[in-house]
């Protein structure tokens, strides 16, 4: 089934673009952004269905983004022209900030100086428009308060940038695939998206709410509606898988004649100052209801990468890590207690890392009444664990697990306890057939341990293998696998694009930011990024200076 019903050709380099909005709807939305002018050009714009496939194209699209979790969903609400303001009646708690604020209150949050409301402001995020839009959600959450958003939203249409959403699922990206025995980690109010609240939403779902803890599954079904009830669907393509995003290249010359300017890269070695970068090209294929795969081509002005950084879990690169005893995801574990495996086990399970997802495990298997044997390399006294970042109001069962790790660790003198042993500053050596696993201690001691279960929760790395050089070259450290903590993409703090590659963006964990009420920053600082040069974009084909096509 044709995902285009018609193909046109402007100025040699544009490309078709899905979307089920109505001719009219879709020639406006282009029309104001890319110049009144542009009219002349259009004769007749394509008309799909929301299930529709992806096919080659032949319209360059002005934003792909990558990835349809919170982060890509926010975007995609952005870029569809919903715009927050100040709200008449608010009064934001930080007296400097408010009358900031007060200064432009007729203009929208997307329209101020980010650089200027972002400075002085401290939270837990290193990304100034992170912690800038996090408090205008959520003023003061930190110290515990439940204030309501200074916040309100307009959709204004004639902000509308056109763009597509790619995913390898639903809308909600991971939260689809997350053990549901567990609560997650934030407030629930604190993992909503903006324009519909949690609470509202949940409260319709179930008769009892008990606390502001959710599960993930209810997160993920939020996520999904949300993209529904906002009107974004048109926006979505599912079952997509990436497999290349590159440049194109063109000649200088190219810009007059029109001409495909497809060039080889030897060519392009020995004479690279004679072209110039152009859009993007994004391959992939689709995935269809009988399993088979349907391939696709896609160009973009604009690239924005929220794929987050759950699809690759870190190994411990040690002897004996691939036997299938060893788990590398809370998925596996929660399906092997599950299905009963391990179940009236004697022999503990071996959990580790120090992070929120390490303390899930423990958790869960603490709950199951399957003894534990948690192994991290640093001191309990740390101030870097994550632990020692949450308030023990919000957070208690994470500061349960904290608790453990400082007064139930293990000693030479004493045997493993019967429920939980914590092993701080030890690592694991090797594993063995025999399910036996040898920890060794900072010191050099070495121990040898009988084990039901192995679960291995030290991280996990973003699959960027559609980029060159995996993406690495894109990171602080080019030499390094980008990670959320250790190595995040290289942003421009304000506008979120990638300082070593220009017109391509990240946000959400690939620039350090886990936490959902932070990864709207993202959102914020790229449609402030595209909507300014979209307000350039106009003003040069107001002025006579071209078709304002890229």
Known sequence: MPVWCCRCSLAGHFRNYSDTETEGE?????????????????KAMPLVEE???????????PVVIIGNGPSGICLSYMLSGYRPYLSSEAIHPNTILHSKLEEARHLSIVDQDLEYLSEGLEGRSSNPVAVLFDTLLHPDADFGYDYPSVLHWKLEQHHY???????????GGAWHNMEGSMLTISFGNWMELPGLKFKDWVSSKRRNLKGDRVMPEEIARYYKHYVKVMG?????????????VSRLYRDHQDDDDGQDGSISTQHLQIEKSKFVKRNWEIRGYQRIADGSHIPFCLFAENVALATGTLDSPAHLEIEGEDFPFVFHSMPEFGAAISKGKLRGKVDPVLIVGSGLTAADAVLCAYNNNIPVIHVFRRRVTDPGLIFKQLPKKLYPEYHKVYHMMCTQ???????????????????????????????QSLSGLKKIFKLSAAVVLIGSHPNLSFLKEQGCYLGHN??????CKNNPVEIDAYTYECVKEANLFALGPLVGDNFVRFLKGGALGVTRCLATRQKKKHFFVERGGGDGIA
């Open 26 to 42: 879709i020639f406006n939305s282009l029309v104001q952004y890319f110049g009144d002018n542009l009219g002349q050009k259009v």
């Open 161 to 171: 940038i056109p763009h597509l959403v790619l995913g390898k699922g639903p809308p």
């Open 51 to 61: 299930t529709s496939l992806l096919e080659d194209s032949s319209v360059t699209l």
């Open 232 to 244: 974004l669907q048109k926006n979505f393509r599912e079952n997509t898988y990436i497999t290349s």
């Open 409 to 439: 660790s293990y000693s030479v003198d004493s045997s493993l306890l019967s429920d939980y042993t914590s092993f701080p500053e030890h690592h694991v050596l090797s594993f063995k057939s025999d399910m036996k696993c040898i920890l």
């Open 478 to 483: 080019s030499s390094q696998p980008i990670t």
